[in-house]
């Protein structure tokens, strides 16, 4: 079965420090890959996605993200977090365009320290 | 333009009650999800609609849980006993497209208790 993981399950940082956070996904056709956001007491938020071209993505708010197909992979970047970006993040999978439904990983709590 | 919305945003019921979730996705959307969020797990798909028809009910859990889809418009997930394991965050979100490329628009959530 197809399955998302995400390593780091609660991550705390200090404000200014770099941000990666791991996903990796089973699958071996071609996927559309995304990254949604949190924020306390808000709605789910895409935060950027990939689905061809640039393995190297970038979204809003300063995050990019890299597929790696070799690795299946799609870890979250930012050279400098922010206290605002204390949420829970989630990788997410869909199996190429057309399909619907959505694999998600188990999440990321971010806390960033002040 | 409006989000999606959800309502309640919580709600606390006793094992063996009825509870019914809402959801008004924005207006257009043709396609409507609901996903259900056990704690401390993924996020997992439960239904698909395309306006009023069910596309993909496959993630449904049992014959417990009912949606439906009136008109096309808002809609509405039930789930009749409740049991423990019913709790949760159920979200739901709409898109235009199948959200494959654009991704979805998501609800705040409803956070089910069943004590």
């Known amino acids: 079965a197809q399955s998302v993981s995400q390593h780091n399950h609660h991550v705390i940082l200090s404000e200014a420090a770099s941000l990666e956070l791991g996903c990796n996904y089973s699958y071996g056709g071609t996927v559309n890959l995304f990254w949604y956001v949190q924020y306390p007491g808000q709605h789910l938020q895409l935060l950027l996605k990939y689905f061809s071209g640039d393995p190297l993505v970038k979204g809003i708010k300063g995050f990019e993200a890299e597929f790696i197909k070799s690795k299946f992979s799609f870890n979250l970047r930012k050279p400098s977090v922010q206290w605002s970006d204390t949420a829970e993040y989630f990788c997410?999978?869909?199996?190429?365009?057309?399909?619907?439904?959505?694999?998600f990983g188990t999440g990321t709590r971010l806390k960033v320290l002040a | 333009e409006a989000g999606v919305t959800q309502f309640p945003s919580h709600s606390v019921i006793e094992k063996g009650q009825t509870v019914t979730l809402r959801c008004d996705p924005i207006?257009?959307?043709?396609?409507l999800y609901w996903y259900r969020r056990v704690m401390g797990k993924e996020i997992k798909f439960l239904l698909h609609f395309v306006k009023e028809s069910k596309q993909d009910e496959s993630g449904m859990p049992n014959n417990r849980f009912l949606a439906e889809r009136t008109g096309g418009t808002y809609s509405t997930l039930k789930v009749q006993p409740a049991e423990l394991e019913d709790s949760g965050v159920y979200f739901c979100?709409?898109?235009?497209?199948?959200?494959?490329?654009?991704?979805?628009?998501f609800g705040s959530g409803t956070r089910l208790t069943v004590v």
């Open positions: 997410a999978v869909n199996q190429g365009s057309g399909t619907y439904k959505y694999i």
């Open positions: 979100a709409s898109s235009q497209d199948s959200g494959s490329t654009y991704g979805y628009t």
């Open positions: 207006s257009g959307h043709d396609n």
